[in-house]
């Protein structure tokens, strides 16, 4: 059964740093897509990042935002810098396996003084 939990979400300053964290199992993350997307209530889910052979990160992220990933430990991480008040959303987890997409419940970043 996959699952997918991610942790480290909280509130931050504007210019801040903060790490999410994602604990997969259920299957071999070394064989993965993983990806980051996020959501703001009210609109849609926006993709962030994907680690895949290469890493591939939205435009609005980009320069500031590192996806990586621990494949001995099933863990995949998002270090977010600089962060900005619209980096604010649910942050969510993902991953595609046998043909099937999954996701965690999300956690809550926060970025305001």
């Known amino acids: 059964q996959v699952q997918l939990v991610e942790s480290g979400g909280g509130l931050v300053q504007p210019g801040g740093s903060l790490t999410l964290s994602c604990a997969a199992s259920g299957f071999a993350t070394n064989e993965a897509v993983m990806r980051w997307s996020r959501q703001v209530p009210g609109k849609g889910r926006e993709w962030v990042a994907t680690s895949d052979s290469d890493n591939m990160y939205a435009d609005s992220v980009k320069g500031r935002f590192v996806i990586w990933r621990d494949d001995r430990k099933s863990m995949l991480y998002l270090t977010m810098n600089r962060l900005r008040p619209e980096d604010t959303a649910i942050y969510y987890c993902?991953?595609?396996?046998?043909?099937?997409?999954?996701w965690g419940q999300g956690t809550q970043v926060t970025v305001s003084s």
């Open positions: 993902g991953t595609t396996y046998g043909g099937s997409d999954f």
